[in-house]
């Protein structure tokens, strides 16, 4: 699925004292088959728009062919929420086992497969938990296999767009490689889409096709992922701590490219030592 925001702009509560401006005027493009990262505070209107809870104040989100604009009545909504998956980091659920939390959520999206219970199991290993979980009460998970449960939750139903919130908060370094891998090869694989929606840089990096990072409403920092060595970044977030030794050591006299692949950065230092 491919995502436009057309000159795309919501602002709730407008001229009034408890205005909130999302979006001013933004123009940006997702292309199918990418991972992008949006950074900013409070990004879950972008969720909202996607999944058409909100509507635009001005300007078009267009979802493939469909236009939706603040005045657009959508025929059939949950046809196209089917197609968006948006994580939800529940910490609280409403079965009593993690099997029937995920066979609920596939319920509720309409999806079906005639071998259901290796369906499931497949959606727990695939997000890091394994068969043994099954039985488990959901409710008395830790923090982290919850948020492994959501995104199993989310992975059962096969969206064709993945919309992540913060996921990597909480995960020790392990599992943020894993969880890497894995968006990577959802991407390359399965030409999954996949939005990034925080302000982790150094989860982005070597991850994103492109950043956006929007700030009061504006789109004010946007690239490839040539964009992590642009300084103009670092006057909205915290700079990775390999774009930081890369730029010292360029300061020092080191000749070190700008990589954006991590294992050619890391020959490329083997090299200098050497």
Known sequence: MEIVFNNLSLIENKKTAKEKKYLDNVSLTINEGTIVGIAGEDLSFISNLLMVIKKPSKGELKLDDLSIKRTSHIDNINMLRKRMGVLENKSNFITKTVKEEIKLVMKNFGYKTKQE??????????????????????????????????????????????????????????????????????????????????????????????????????????????????????????????????????????????????????????????
């Not at 979980?133 to 767009?161: F, G, H």
């Open 117 to 274: 219970n290796k369906h499931i199991v497949d959606s727990l290993k695939i997000a890091g938990l394994n068969e043994k979980y099954l039985e488990r009460n959901p409710n008395e998970l830790s923090y982290t296999e919850k948020k492994k449960l959501n995104l199993a939750c989310l992975l059962s139903y096969n969206p064709e767009v993945l919309i992540l919130e913060d996921f990597y908060k909480g995960f020790i370094f392990r599992d943020k490689e894993y969880y890497k891998k894995l968006f990577l090869k959802l991407k390359n694989n399965f030409k999954k889409t996949i939005i990034i929606l925080g302000n982790d840089l150094t989860f982005m990096f070597n991850l994103v096709d492109n950043l956006y990072v929007i700030n009061e409403g504006e789109l004010v920092v946007s690239g490839d992922k040539k964009v992590f060595y642009n300084d103009e970044l670092y006057s909205y977030l915290e700079m990775p701590k390999i774009i930081e030794f890369t730029k010292y050591a360029q300061s020092m006299g080191h000749k070190i490219l700008e990589y954006t692949d991590l294992k050619e950065l890391i020959k490329e230092l083997y090299r200098n030592v050497q």
